[in-house]
């Protein structure tokens, strides 16, 4: 079946725009996360939905930027004011949470956002 | 101190040797221990997961955790140059929690 799909794969901003990056998560999976990569590390945690509501947004940097999952399906990120520190990868991840005590998520193939 | 440890690398092998990933982590809460491949410029894919002791193989991977030291260790049997990738640990403490991960470590299996 389809995996969790990201777009723009790619996205080139100007310092100061505002971007939105979409996820589509699996087809019924009820959790959606989103993380950043930056070069050379690891997945960093953003956000978690737990349907239509953010049930974790502990790992947002500042009030620039914000995600909504309006419908309990797909996930949109956005950046305000963009800097050039926000340039990494954007990963999104779902998750069915029926594994029992483990949690297995997804992960989408990620969007690049370079902010020049 | 970071919650999860791990080498960048880049670590190089010949193809057919036994490889050894390591983390280290910090909290002796209630938690199990993931692996994920990551190959270049895709989205990270699970490989195993486990909890807090004990080891699990999968084929020619075994995923080992030592709870008294805080080790997490990933090792690969008969590498193949389809190996080469990111490997990620991360840990988690919940159903739906989130993951916290390591850097990452470089492999890059040689013919």
């Known amino acids: 079946g389809a995996g969790v799909s990201q777009t723009p794969s790619n996205k080139v901003t100007e310092k100061g725009k505002y971007v939105e990056l979409r996820c589509d998560p699996i087809s019924g999976h009820t959790a959606l996360y989103w993380y950043r990569q930056s070069l050379g590390q690891g997945p960093e945690f953003l956000i978690y939905?737990?349907?239509?509501?953010?049930?974790?947004d502990s790992g947002l940097p500042n009030d620039r930027f914000f995600a909504v999952r309006p419908e309990g399906s797909v996930s949109t990120l956005k950046i305000q004011r963009t800097e050039r520190g926000d340039s990494a990868v954007y990963l999104c991840a779902s998750s069915s949470l029926d594994r029992g005590s483990y949690n297995e998520q997804f992960f989408g193939p990620g969007t690049r956002l370079t902010v020049l | 101190q970071k919650e999860v440890e791990q080498d960048p690398g880049p670590l190089s092998v010949p193809e057919g040797a036994i490889v050894s990933l390591n983390c280290t982590y910090s909290?002796?809460?209630?938690?199990?221990f993931m692996w994920y491949r990551q190959y270049s410029r895709k989205g990270p894919e699970l490989l195993m997961y486990?909890?807090?002791?004990g080891n699990k193989e999968d084929g020619r991977f075994t995923a080992q955790v030592d709870k008294s030291s805080k080790y997490i260790s990933l090792f690969i049997r008969d590498s193949q140059p389809s190996d080469s990738a990111t490997y990620l640990c991360?840990?988690?403490?919940?159903?739906?929690?989130?993951?916290?991960f390591g850097t990452g470590t470089r492999l890059q299996v040689t013919l």
């Open positions: 486990t909890y807090s002791s």
């Open positions: 909290n002796s809460a209630f938690q199990y």
């Open positions: 991360a840990r988690g403490t919940g159903t739906a929690s989130k993951l916290t």
């Open positions: 939905f737990q349907g239509t509501g953010a049930a974790d």
